[in-house]
């Protein structure tokens, strides 16, 4: 059973300035909702009800944002205003909430590492919750189904263009059944004409907890942080990762554009629905 999911929202969400000089980009809300609770409600979905954030300076909002307020909660008690607080106060029910500092930006296989007091020695799933994931069945609980028959790391992906590829961890590994591969090679952010597959990794991961051990062996890698991705590629070559196209939506959240077009899903699919 894997009951653990940890959240690294120690970046700086540059690409947002100035909304994220004194505000998480997490707590940006996607129509009336940050976009960290919908990575928490799938979380909470799946089974995953024990969520750790690996947070940084700047960050308190997202504490505050699950924990109770007893100043709002006593000013609209009974009054027809409650409705709006049902969403947070269901995620509040559901899950705990554990928060951890990554000292500095070094890398999201950093601030993984930074989260291993939270998660120990089982395997937990990790969300970057600016991607924002809109699927029938939880995109974390379809990995989660798929840990329980493999019992390895699983990396979410999905096809992108030639254009993007740049932007991507991308895989390259043998289908082994409809939409599974098994990884045998990854790469970080590699020009078009280096990439090994259309196969682009996406923020949503499974994984088992040997990776921390393998972190700690990995040096920094691109842009001379220490690479998620390159770890991935090591526990791949020593033992299985497995990589899943999804089935459901991706908006990139962490890019204006893409928090655009979430936004206008969002409002005209599930707010209006
Ligand atoms: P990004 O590089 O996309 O996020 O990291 P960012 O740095 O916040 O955004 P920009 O580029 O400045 O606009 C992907 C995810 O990994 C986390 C980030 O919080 C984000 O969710 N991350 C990355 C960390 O927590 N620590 C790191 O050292 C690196």
């Known amino acids: 059973m894997i009951k653990k999911c940890l959240f690294p929202v120690a970046g700086y969400g540059t690409r947002f ?13 996607v ?20 969520v750790g954030f690996v947070t940084g300076r700047g960050k308190r909002a997202i504490a505050d944002h699950f924990d109770v307020s007893y100043e709002l909660e006593h000013q609209i008690a009974g009054s027809s205003k409650e409705q709006y607080l049902t969403s947070i106060r269901d995620v509040m029910a559901k899950g705990s909430f554990s928060f951890t500092r ?18 120990g020695s089982e395997p937990f799933g990790v969300v970057l ?19 329980k028959q493999f019992r390895c790391s699983i990396v979410a992906v999905q ?3 030639q254009e993007d590829i740049h932007k991507f961890g991308v895989i390259d590994g043998e289908q082994i059944k409809d939409g599974i591969y098994q990884v045998n ?11 090994p597959s259309n196969l682009a990794i996406i923020g949503r991961y499974i994984l088992t907890p040997d990776i921390f051990e393998i972190i700690e062996n990995t040096p920094p890698g691109k842009n001379d942080e220490v690479q998620l991705t390159d ?23 962490g890019s204006v554009s893409g928090f655009v077009d979430a936004t206008n899903y ?7 629905a």
């Open 159 to 161: 096809e992108v263009a």
């Open 102 to 119: 990554q000292a500095s930006m070094a890398g999201l296989g950093d601030a993984i590492l930074n989260g291993r007091r939270l998660i």
């Open 31 to 50: 129509v009336n909702k940050p976009l960290v609770q919908y990575g928490v409600e799938e979380a909470i979905e799946a089974g995953l009800t024990e």
């Open 266 to 272: 969002v409002y005209e699919n599930i707010y209006n």
């Open 185 to 195: 090679n990854m790469v970080e952010k590699p020009e078009a004409k280096d990439a």
């Open 231 to 253: 770890a991935l590629m090591t526990q791949a070559k020593d033992g299985c990762v497995l990589a899943y196209k999804f089935k459901g939506k991706r908006f990139d959240c």
């Open 129 to 147: 919750s600016d991607d924002l994931c809109v699927a029938e069945e939880g995109v974390l609980s379809q990995m989660v189904k798929l840990y």
């Open 17 to 29: 300035l100035p909304a994220t000089k004194s505000m998480p980009k997490e707590m940006l809300p």
